[in-house]
Nanobody, 117 residues
Framework: QVQLVESGGGLVQPGGSLRLSCVAS????????MGWYRQAPGKERELVAT???????KYADSVKGRFTISRDNAKITVYLQMNSLKVEDTAVYYC???????????WGQGTQVTISS
């Protein structure tokens, strides 16, 4: 049974930082491209960042220079370090896995990130 479990969300002031974590189980983590998506109220889910099995990264323009995605295959965990947070970063953040061999996709349950003064 595949499980992606996010943690690390919360309420921070603008300019603050948060680190999200996503622990995977039931998948061959090392061959998955892992990613973070987010969905704000009334908006569609959007890509935030991805990291391939080889460590290649991609970011949405809106987070470049502020967010960093990383992975630790030994800990079957993907991280999203978020700095210089803005009110518009407020959303539910979802962890995603995509198997690079068979294209299977998996989603976590989401973690709320709220940026407010």
């Amino acid at each position: 049974q595949v499980q992606l479990v996010e943690s690390g969300g919360g309420l921070v002031q603008p300019g603050g930082s948060l680190r999200l974590s996503c622990v995977a189980s039931g998948v061959i983590f090392s061959r998955n491209t892992m990613g973070w998506y987010r969905q704000a109220p009334g908006k569609e889910r959007e890509l935030v960042a991805t990291i391939s099995s080889g460590g290649g990264t991609k970011y949405a323009d809106s987070v470049k220079g502020r967010f960093t995605i990383s992975r630790d295959n030994a800990k079957i965990t993907v991280y999203l370090q978020m700095n210089s947070l803005k009110v518009e970063d407020t959303a539910v953040y979802y962890c995603n896995g995509r198997d690079e061999y068979d294209a299977s996709k998996y989603w976590g349950q989401g973690t709320q990130v709220t940026i407010s003064s």
